[in-house]
């Protein structure tokens, strides 16, 4: 996306339109003891309409799988070529594949969603640094706030696959982690792909955080480290059949 251009929302603007800051800026950075007399109301219209725009587009989309992973990955590093592989064994398995829409690491997850025929999810997010969707998606929603967008992320999704990445990236993980723990979702597989780069996480969770008491033993259960994509897929089908029989089970119990 050009230096020039911003997307805020389904809104694009270019030149002298293009603002200073972000919406979830404005948000965050409060200016004033009454400031949210006169903008933070009319904020909550805006965020309504985000979710309800997010739950319009993606209703319909069947089990999906959400990969997440680096932004600044070039597309000519093993990893984005990893990403690929995740993308198209995800199709081939009947998911839907949803990114962050950038480029990097999501642009090769998207990319090998699209080339194996599968549904390829971006959901873009406003940025400071313009990131823009990338050209693999056939499914794309913007997004002007984080939390609008990262409940997508979950409520259409059956499972995580995380390749490796900075903060964005461990945000969205350790989100997951959390919802997963305190059972707010089941069935939920997390699965993290490279184990040289996140062999020192595990080890770190494992020694000084569950030593402390800060987690208990089985919460290291909750993800799987691995660099065999064909066991990452063949664990979020596990979790699809799982899912399905639970979802057969309650409708049985309503209408029995």
Known sequence: MPKDEHTSGPTTLRGDLVPGSTTDQRLLDGRGASDWVHTD????????????????????LGPAISVFGSARTPDSAPEYHLAQEVG???????FAVITGGG????????QGAHEAGGVSVGLGIELPFEQGMNQWVNLGVNFRYFFARKTMFVKYAQG?????????????LF?????????KVTSFPIVLLGTDYWQGLIDWLAGPVLERGMIKAVDLDLVTVT??????????????????AHAAADESAVTG
Not at 41 to 57: K, N, T
Not at 163 to 172: I, M, Q, R, S, V
């Open 41 to 60: 109301p009319w904020r909550v219209m805006r965020i309504q309409a985000e979710f309800v725009e997010g739950f319009g587009a993606l209703a319909e």
């Open 88 to 94: 198209q064994g995800l199709a081939k398995a009947g």
């Open 103 to 110: 480029p990097g690491a999501m642009a090769g997850a998207n």
């Open 160 to 172: 995580f696959i995380v390749l490796p990445g900075g903060f964005g990236t461990f945000d969205e």
């Open 175 to 183: 989100e997951a982690l959390v919802l997963v723990q305190t059972r």
């Open 227 to 244: 660099d065999d994509v064909e066991k990452a897929v063949g664990l979020m089908v596990a979790a699809r059949l799982e899912h399905a």
